[in-house]
């Protein structure tokens, strides 16, 4: 038996603009994992961007801790991709759980990379995956983060919830 699986990377950022709600719903349709970065804004909502800036992947520039929901909400994050998914906006964490309960299936798994982490964060994080159902045995969620402190206080909070953290240097 074949434990692997085909893990998305920001969705199917090769085929869709990364970290949308496009690139999602394209890897769930095809049963694939998905691998998604959070990180919060000034007004503590959790939105789905890799970078510290919108500046590669919107019509924006800026930090996204120093911006609101609503500044992050009036870019658009599909046209530097492609015409074709122009108005794509940048997702909160809810809009993505939900894509993930809505295009998912019992088997999926989400791999949710936190870029900047605080104890709000991890109480919205998992109160957003229990409403949903996405803590249950059959769908894993693994949280990446560099700090052990932070995996072992998510870990402690739900034992459904797996964590990992990423090797980024040999030493």
């Not at 038996?1 to 349709?29: C, Q």
């Not at 970065?37 to 120093?66: C, F, L, P, Q, W």
């Not at 809810?94 to 998912?104: L, S």
């Not at 982490?117 to 249950?136: A, E, M, T, V, Y």
Request: net charge negative; glycine share 8%; with cysteine.
């Amino acid at each position: 038996m074949n434990d692997s699986i085909i893990i998305a990377h920001r969705g199917l950022d090769e085929i869709y603009p990364e970290n949308t709600i496009a690139a999602f719903k394209a890897a769930l349709k095809k049963g694939m994992a998905i691998e998604i970065d959070a990180r919060g804004t000034v007004d503590e909502h959790i939105v789905v961007m890799h970078d510290d800036t919108v500046d590669r992947t919107t019509n924006g520039s800026g930090e996204v801790a120093k911006m609101t929901l609503s500044e992050l909400k009036d870019l658009d994050a599909g046209s530097w991709w492609s015409s074709e998914f122009k108005g794509e906006q940048i997702p909160t964490l809810e809009e993505t759980f939900d894509a993930v309960k809505e295009h998912g299936t019992a088997e999926t798994t989400l791999i949710l990379e936190m870029k900047t982490l605080d104890p709000g964060s991890i109480r919205k994080i998992c109160s957003g995956l229990s409403q949903r159902n996405l803590l249950s045995k059959t769908v894993g969620i693994g949280l990446i983060h560099q700090s052990v402190d932070v995996r072992r206080r998510f870990y402690e909070g739900d034992s459904d919830f797996q964590c990992a953290t990423v090797a980024n240097s040999a030493g």
